[in-house]
């Protein structure tokens, strides 16, 4: 468990938070993915005055996650490159490189699934 | 009408591949869309196979621009999940360590800007200054580029009493060779018509794209993490942001070059206040949790995650590095510049590929 880390539990509430965040004058920092029970475990990480807020969201084996990239553009990169590296796929990305951020049609599939 | 036009990954001005789609229309950039893979490394999935010490081995090459701040950032994160704080000293030769590699990489980044305008003779001289800095660290640390100053616990090499000679003697040469360059970055007629009103962005605009380092702080926002509790010795060596608030291409160098003076006083005031004692603890057992570290590398803020599970090596490890935070940036800074102005708005993000991609 992260310092001042809060647990989210629906993409809905995920996408109510980060609005909520970004009004409060919050920092996208990144988000982190990491493999859990089957699914995905991912945290969000913003910044505001030097202190950091973490969002933990659990995403279920077989989910499509949401893309915050319509909240904040600069997540684009990295939900991308979740999509490369876990073989995820993430619903409204403002930009869909489909799984090709850094990946050729030729290199292994999902290297960190 | 809009014509498409590939913008790298082989450019004379990007010293590391990257493309960029721009779509123009009359000698207008209307929609700019990056394209990455060039130099993709999969770092994080191959420090599987390292235990927690290599591993800060693998981040010193993550980058070589920024590669000391990459193995002190990996070392403290890893700290974080043992608990421990280290030796005073090793603090301080963190600082000094890292304040001049931030040194060489800004005048790096000055020549290659000075080379993106067409300022060779300017190019040439960042770069002989920058080598002062270099043969330093190669006397201090054994190598230009990889110092492996850093490991988890403190420090793994110390600065003799030579190696303290040595380095305020190249500050005092080097501080009236940047004064010079200064002059021609500032003030120069040429210089200003180039960077001047080009590639704006707000205060706010930089802050909700999330952009880091100068590229932040060129738009007027007080940013730099060396203010953070991570970095309490900052604040007794007198630190100060370098902040510009226009928010274009010439805000952007005035930031880096302030941020030498800055990082001259900083090693001068570390060098004074270098306290006596160990340079490392033992560390014992392995790590295990979660922690984040975040210090500001000479492109901004990079952000270590780590988990660990009680086992040697780490079960994760992700880094968001400075170029990967100011790339989307691009999106936003491209549109309505003209297509010759584009390589001098791409290099004052200060691009570094290796890092984006890892």
Redesign the interface.
Known sequence: ??ENEVEIKSSAELLKTVEGL?SDGY????M???KANEGHDF?Y?FEKD?K?K?LRYFVKPGEKPKSVSGI???????ENEYQD?FGLTFEGLA?DYKG?????PNSPKA??A | MTTVIPFGPQHPVLPEPVSLKLEIDNDVVVGA?PS??YV?R?L??FIDTKDYNQTMYICERICGICSALHGITYCMSVEKLFNVEVPERAQYLRVINGELNRLHSHLLWLGLFADGFGFESLFYECWKYREGVLDVLERTTGNRVIHSMSKVGGAAKDLTKEHIDLILKMLDTLEPQVKNIDKVFVNNYTVKKRLVGLGVMSKQLA?????AGPTLRGSGNA?D?R???DWDIYKDLGFKPAVEKDGDCYARTKVRINEIYESIKLIRNAISKLPNGDIAIPIKGFPTG???MRTEQPRG?V?Y?V?GNGTKNL??L?I?TPT??N???L??MLPGVKLADVPIVVLTIDPCISCT?R
Request: charged share 20%; proline share 3%.
């Open positions: 468990m992260l970004k920092r996208y920092a990144t982190i993915c990491l945290i990480i030097y950091l973490n904040y553009l600069c997540a684009l990169l990295i590296l930009i090709h951020l850094y990946l050729t290297p960190l | 869309l990455l893979g993709h999969g994080e999935k802050y909700e794209a999330g952009t940013i993490v203010e953070t509790a979660e922690a984040i803020e952000v995650y988990k079960e994760r992700k968001r990967f935070a790339i989307p940036s999106l936003l991609e």
